[in-house]
């Protein structure tokens, strides 16, 4: 369990990270918008509106809700790979906002990145993983804007609640 203690070398991690995004490419091809987490609020839409579902545009026809989606398990790894990972390095804890003004901000970030990410059309991790080491201009622009937002927004939550 020591592994999980200390920090890698970014070389290191850097060359594992291209050789997997190398991997998955290859087996799965190019990463899309978000669609396991798309899929995981479809189906649970789905659970309560029942087949009134099927009166919404996007849910019918574009994207019908389905549990035989791959990427929903892909989604769900990744978190839980991540919480197994914070548990074994012992950094893991549940904060809870004790304020109405950190529920507000964190439903507006959240709102604000979903539809970034249909606006872009693009996963910021496929992002991050695949456009940017492709050198491709759009990743490298949506890199600025994603850093560029997490500024700002950690400049606005600090003003708002006086930290």
């Known amino acids: 369990m020591e592994f999980f203690k200390k920090t890698l070398d970014p070389v290191i991690a850097l060359v594992a990270i291209s050789i997997l ?10 990463w899309t ?4 987490e798309t899929m995981m609020t479809g189906l649970a839409a789905k659970a309560i509106l029942g087949s009134d579902i099927e009166k919404i545009p996007f849910w019918n ?43 507000v901000m964190i439903t507006i970030g959240g709102l604000m990145m979903g539809i970034g990410i249909r606006l872009a059309f693009v996963c910021n991790i496929s992002t991050f993983l695949g456009l940017t ?22 400049l606005i939550y600090k003003k708002v609640l006086g930290v």
Do not use: C
Not at 21 to 30: E, R
Not at 33 to 36: I, L, N, R, S, T
């Open 21 to 30: 995004d190398i991997f998955l490419f290859v087996i799965v091809g190019a």
């Open 33 to 36: 918008v978000g669609g396991g």
């Open 61 to 103: 026809l574009v994207f019908p809700p389905t549990f035989g989606y791959w990427k929903i398990y892909i989604s769900l790894g990744m978190l839980f790979g991540a919480f197994v990972s914070a548990v074994i390095s012992k950094e893991f804890y549940l904060r809870v906002p004790k304020h109405l003004s950190e529920w």
């Open 133 to 154: 080491p492709q050198m491709n201009l759009g990743g490298y622009l949506a890199v600025t804007g994603i850093i560029a937002g997490a500024w700002v927004g950690s």
